[in-house]
């Protein structure tokens, strides 16, 4: 479509949006190009190889003063300005200039960027039931995970959260508070939630799993025979401090142990550290690595990712004084 038409009918898709956005850098004397790119959520990049029409998106291409590109995303009426997220992060595209067009690779996010961090509290009540109170940030492709939610109505918030801390009973949302820091591609949950029942009853003792709001639960299947490699196509980084207030009148009988996990596929620690005014502080990190691995390892990280799991949902028990 013509630049004009898109600005006289309001609307146009990806082609059109970004010549449209094109024509209004252009108006200001900033020069962009057109760029063809795979757009979807598995990364796919052009092939350097063959010759042939390539790609399913447009997006555009600004270079800053450094002659390096800002990606923007033309389509979207959300994204912030200069991100990519899942959708075009990581893939070689083509630059389409007015001479010798070129292929170029798009903004890649590694591991230690896409940040989330979560700070909080929670206590729990001599009945069992859970009280907490949290803020999480999410950064890089972690932001993607979790910008959409500020578009959703109560209902779905709600929801969101219900599924995504699927393990504990009887939850309730008594706050869902967001904020879109788009300059600096953050968003931020503020989270307060009660829950009843959230601690097992054993006679006079109350068993509770410490990561209350984050277990990597997930377990690769099990093959008697990998045939195939596979790959991490996206490393994160979640770092987790919960405060635990313990209930009046009871003490730690066991805790679990610190630990640490290292391999090639990634990085967990966990600590526990008490104190006599009846506070337990909890400190999670955990990194998976980005990257291409062969069969031969793919037991390995199914082990590394039951560890994970194991210690993620591992236990405290407390007993009354």
């Known amino acids: 479509m013509l630049a004009k038409d898109v600005d006289r009918l309001g609307y146009g898709d990806c082609k059109a949006l970004s010549n449209y956005t094109r024509a209004l850098l252009k108006a200001v004397d900033v020069e962009s190009y057109c760029v063809i790119i795979y757009g979807g959520d598995?990364?796919?990049?052009?092939?350097?190889?063959?010759?042939?029409?390539?790609?399913?998106?447009?997006?555009l291409a600004v270079p800053d003063k450094d002659n390096k590109m800002i990606w923007l995303e033309c389509t979207s009426?959300?994204?912030?300005?200069?991100?990519?997220?899942?959708?075009?992060?990581d893939r070689l595209a083509l630059v389409i200039k007015p001479e010798k067009s070129e292929l170029l690779h798009t903004t890649i996010y590694d591991a230690k960027n896409s940040l989330q961090v979560c700070k909080g509290t929670y206590s729990i009540s001599?009945?069992?039931?859970?009280?907490?109170?949290?803020?999480?940030?999410?950064?890089?492709?972690?932001?993607?995970?979790?910008?959409?939610?500020?578009?959703?109505?109560?209902?779905?918030?709600?929801?969101?959260?219900?599924?995504?801390?699927?393990?504990?009973?009887?939850?309730?949302?008594?706050?869902?508070d967001f904020k879109n820091n788009k300059d600096r591609q953050e968003f931020t949950e503020d989270i307060a939630i009660e829950a009843e029942g959230y601690c097992t009853k054993a006679g006079d003792k109350l068993i509770f799993a410490v990561n209350a709001f984050n277990q990597y639960s997930g377990i690769p299947q099990r093959y008697r025979s990998r045939k195939n490699p596979f790959e991490i196509e996206r490393g994160f980084l979640d770092t987790d401090e919960m405060t635990v207030v313990l209930p009046e009148g009871f003490i730690i009988e066991t805790k679990p142990e610190d630990i640490t996990i290292k391999d090639k596929f990634g990085e967990y620690t966990v600590q526990y550290t008490t104190s006599a005014a009846g506070i337990l502080q909890y400190k999670r990190s955990l990194l998976i690595?980005?990257?291409?691995?062969?069969?031969?390892?793919?037991?390995?990280?199914?082990?590394?990712?039951?560890?994970?799991?194991?210690?993620?949902?591992?236990?405290?028990?407390l007993v009354k004084k």
């Open 289 to 317: 690595n980005t990257g291409y691995y062969a069969n031969t390892d793919y037991e390995a990280y199914r082990l590394f990712r039951e560890k994970i799991a194991r210690t993620d949902n591992a236990k405290v028990v």
């Open 77 to 89: 009426q959300t994204n912030p300005f200069g991100y990519q997220g899942g959708f075009t992060d």
């Open 42 to 59: 598995n990364k796919r990049g052009l092939r350097e190889d063959f010759v042939s029409m390539q790609g399913n998106h447009m997006i």
């Open 126 to 176: 001599p009945t069992g039931s859970l009280s907490a109170s949290f803020v999480m940030a999410s950064s890089g492709t972690q932001y993607d995970n979790k910008s959409f939610l500020e578009a959703k109505g109560k209902e779905d918030r709600d929801k969101y959260y219900k599924s995504g801390f699927g393990h504990i009973n009887n939850l309730k949302i008594k706050k869902a």
